[in-house]
């Protein structure tokens, strides 16, 4: 059992800059991945960053480039850094983590949510 708090978010203009955080109850070592997703009025979830086990980074190609995300394993906290933000990154920004299951299975834990808001 896991819960995913996100917090950060807020509105900014065009140009600025916010970290997201997301704070898991339990240790995070055993995840395959932690992410964050996004998703817009009338949009699809798509998926914005990820950070696997060993540390390996991808980002979407709408955000490469000014979207970081990075991992406190200490902290149990995900980050996500974005900057240079455009009015279409404005969203609701998901915390995701995938948790392996033996025989080939696995459980998707997601957070609550926090709206990110980025004004012209």
């Known amino acids: 059992q896991v819960q995913l708090v996100e917090s950060g978010g807020g509105l900014v203009q065009s140009g600025g800059s916010l970290r997201l955080s997301c704070v898991a109850s339990?240790?995070?070592?055993?995840?395959?991945?932690m992410g964050w997703y996004r998703q817009a009025p009338g949009k699809e979830r798509e998926l914005v960053a990820t950070i696997a086990s060993g540390g390996s980074t991808s980002y979407a190609d709408s955000v490469k480039g000014r979207f970081t995300i990075s991992i406190d394993n200490a902290k149990k906290t995900v980050y996500l850094q974005m900057n240079s933000l455009k009015p279409e990154d404005t969203a609701v920004y998901y915390c995701n983590a995938k948790d392996l299951i033996p025989y080939s299975d696995y459980r998707l834990y997601w957070g609550q949510g926090t709206q990110v808001t980025v004004s012209s």
């Open positions: 339990r240790s995070i070592f055993r995840f395959n991945y």
